[in-house]
C-alpha cells in the first residue's frame, strides 16, 4: 500500500469548513483513497473513499488532485461532534477481500465552539 | 446498512482467565472479517484476517495459539483472548467487509479489555 502522509493536528473553528489534507504521492494507478475517523474510545467510522474523481456524500466531499498525488477531505460545516481523528488510508482493490487497512497516525481535528 | 455489532463492549477479568469477544455484520455477509488491537494514544494494529469455513491469517507477531479465531458463519466471527496477562490489555476492534468491489470495511464500536 502507498503510504501516506498528514498533518498531526488540526483545529477549526465551529460551523466553518474543515479541510484535512492527505499526500499520497507514491498512489499506484489502482489504489483507492480511503477515509476513516475515529472518535475517542469508539471503532473508526467509514467516511469516503473515491479513485481519481471527486466525491461527495451526506458526511463529507473528497477532492483528489488531478496527478493523485494528494487529496483533501471537506467536511463542509464543521460542529463539536467532529472533532476525531481522521485517517487517510491508501488501498488497492483487492478482489480476495483479504485486505486488512494499514493505519497511521492520522490527523487529529478539534472542532473548536 | 452495512452495520458492524461488537459484544461485549468492555471486559474486566483477572489474569489467567480466557475472553471471548464476538464480532457480528448485522445486515450483510462477510466472508472476511478483521481484528485490530489499539493501545492507548497509538492508531489500530491489525492481528488478523478472519475467514469464513477456514483458518485465520495472522499478522507477524501475533501469536496464533494466543488469540484464537473462529469464523464459523458469514455473519460471526469470534476472537478468544487465551490465558489473558495485563499486557494483553487492549482496545480489540473487529471490522468486515461487504463482498465484491472496492466496498469500504466497517467497524464494530471496539472492546476494552482490561485485565487485572
Known amino acids: 500500500d502507498a503510504k501516506t502522509t498528514q498533518p498531526p493536528s488540526m483545529d477549526c473553528a465551529e460551523g466553518r469548513a474543515a479541510n484535512l489534507p492527505c499526500n499520497h504521492s507514491?498512489?499506484?494507478?489502482?489504489?483507492?483513497v480511503y477515509w476513516y475517523r475515529q472518535i475517542h474510545s469508539q471503532g473508526p467510522q467509514y467516511i469516503i473513499h473515491?479513485?481519481?474523481n471527486n466525491e461527495t456524500n451526506e458526511m463529507a466531499s473528497l477532492i483528489i488532485t488531478e496527478d493523485r498525488k494528494s487529496s483533501t477531505l471537506i467536511l463542509p460545516h464543521a460542529t463539536l461532534r467532529d472533532t476525531a481523528v481522521y485517517y487517510c488510508?491508501?488501498?488497492?482493490?483487492?478482489?480476495?477481500?483479504?485486505?486488512?487497512?494499514?493505519f497511521g497516525k492520522g490527523t487529529h481535528l478539534i472542532i473548536q465552539p | 446498512g452495512a452495520v458492524v455489532s461488537q459484544h461485549p463492549s468492555w471486559v474486566i477479568c483477572k489474569s489467567g482467565t480466557s475472553v471471548k469477544i464476538e464480532c457480528r455484520s448485522l445486515?450483510?455477509?462477510?466472508?472476511?472479517m478483521f481484528w485490530y488491537r489499539q493501545f492507548p494514544k497509538q492508531s489500530l494494529m491489525l492481528m488478523a484476517t478472519?475467514?469464513?469455513?477456514?483458518?485465520?491469517?495472522?499478522e507477524q507477531g501475533v501469536e496464533k495459539d494466543k488469540f484464537l479465531i473462529n469464523h464459523a458463519s458469514l455473519t460471526l466471527s469470534t476472537l478468544t483472548v487465551t490465558s489473558a496477562h495485563p499486557e494483553d490489555s487492549s482496545f480489540y476492534i473487529c471490522?468486515?467487509?461487504?463482498?465484491?468491489?472496492?466496498?469500504?470495511?466497517?467497524f464494530g464500536d471496539g472492546t476494552r479489555l482490561s485485565i487485572l
Open positions: 488510508i491508501v488501498r488497492a482493490h483487492s478482489g480476495g477481500g483479504a485486505d486488512g487497512l494499514t
Open positions: 445486515d450483510f455477509q462477510a466472508t472476511t
Open positions: 507514491t498512489i499506484s494507478g489502482n489504489e483507492y
Open positions: 471490522s468486515a467487509r461487504v463482498s465484491g468491489g472496492n466496498q469500504p470495511q466497517h
Open positions: 473515491g479513485l481519481k
Open positions: 478472519s475467514n469464513e469455513g477456514s483458518k485465520a491469517t495472522y
